[in-house]
């Protein structure tokens, strides 16, 4: 079992840059393919990013590909998020959730454990 915890959220300009960090627990997080999702105000839950075990391979929504990147480093068993040329439709809270499979997808079933959020607001 893995816990996460989200932090690097908050208000930021359009076209402005954040770094969100999801922090894990336990000792095996190396062993998790990772994941970042987001909600927006009256919207559906929203796939954004995916990463391997290794962080070799990763994956983007269309929305957000060349705008984000996702990274981990094992060894301090934490995932982040690199957002730039935000926009106000990035505006919405952002979960890190952990995957039991290799390179999860984009299907919310892919994933196991996830994290509490952080709220990002891009203003215009």
């Known amino acids: 079992q893995v816990q996460l915890v989200e932090s690097g959220g908050g208000w930021v300009q359009a076209g402005g840059s954040l770094r969100l960090s999801c922090a894990a627990s336990?000792?095996?997080?190396?062993?998790?393919?990772m994941g970042w999702f987001r909600q927006g105000p009256g919207k559906e839950h929203e796939f954004v990013a995916a990463?391997?075990?290794?962080?070799?391979?990763?994956y983007y929504a269309d929305s957000v590909k060349g705008r984000f990147t996702i990274s981990r480093d094992n060894a301090k068993n934490t995932l982040y998020l690199q957002m730039s040329s935000l926009k106000p439709e990035d505006t919405a809270v952002y979960y890190c959730?952990?995957?039991?499979?290799?390179?999860?997808?984009?299907?919310?079933?892919?994933?196991?454990?996830w994290g509490q959020g952080t709220q990002v607001t891009v203003s215009s």
């Open positions: 336990g000792r095996t997080f190396n062993r998790y393919g």
């Open positions: 990463i391997s075990w290794s962080g070799t391979t990763t």
């Open positions: 959730a952990a995957s039991n499979l290799i390179l999860p997808g984009p299907l919310e079933g892919d994933y196991a454990y």
